[in-house]
């Protein structure tokens, strides 16, 4: 783990944040699709942006990445990444369709991935919001299919950030009879790195984290 001020128990306010908006993202797809849907995050990281190619597989590995900006009091970037094999599988559970070659997903398969990364970024979003009691907004959802290390190359230089750090989570999305493996990345700006550790730290004095689940909405640009 990157040495910035993070330590166990931020790391486990982060993971606690994951797992209420996990839950609810899972409640989402779940009543969307009406077959049950689990998210899991066996792992999660702050780590400098140079090391996610390596942690990842190398910046030559083809990914298959829904992607957003976020914007307002907390700015940044979000990436929701599937390998190839995975992106087609999930496509395929939720279209019905039987796509074997990503070149081959029609804009009923992409709107089904874009659609997943915009639950599963919504909910965590909001649930970030009010942790951090601020107003966040995400964009549309973009798609790219591309090696990882230009994925993050053009979204750096689409940000103009000067940042170092990502909260990487590791993704297990189960449905029916099959585990399917992602990474949802969140590329910081300077000033929201210092507000998350400057938030997390009131947890420190409590013996156990209490997160709490309200109403406050994300707004989602147009």
Do not use: C
């Not at 395929?92 to 915009?118: C, H, P, R, W, Y």
């Not at 938030?199 to 989602?220: G, K």
């Amino acid at each position: 783990m990157t040495d910035i001020g993070f330590d166990q128990i931020r790391l486990d306010a982060l993971r606690e944040i994951s797992s209420i908006a996990n839950g609810n993202a899972a409640t989402s797809l779940s009543t969307m699709l009406g077959a049950k849907v689990d998210i899991a995050v066996p792992n999660i990281m702050m780590e400098s942006l140079e090391k996610i190619p390596e942690l990842l597989g190398e910046r030559e590995k083809v990914v298959a990445a829904v992607h957003f900006s976020v914007s307002g009091q907390v700015g940044g970037s979000m990436l929701l990444l599937f390998s190839p094999s995975e992106s087609l599988e999930l496509v395929n559970f939720f279209t019905g369709q039987n796509v074997t070659q990503m070149d081959s997903i029609d804009e009923m398969g992409l709107s089904a991935l874009k659609e997943l990364g915009n639950v599963v970024t919504g909910s965590y979003v909001r649930v970030l919001a009010e942790e951090l009691k601020v107003r966040i907004a995400y964009s549309v959802p973009g798609f790219a299919h591309d090696m990882l290390g230009a994925i993050l190359d053009e979204i750096l230089a689409r940000l103009s950030l000067e940042t170092e750090y990502a909260i990487i989570m590791e993704s297990e999305f189960t449905v029916p009879e099959k585990i399917h493996q992602g990474h949802l990345i969140f590329i910081l700006a300077p000033k929201v790195l210092s507000a998350i550790i400057k938030a997390l730290a009131s947890w420190e004095s409590s013996d156990q984290t209490v997160i709490r689940n309200s109403n406050v909405r994300a707004n989602q640009k147009p």
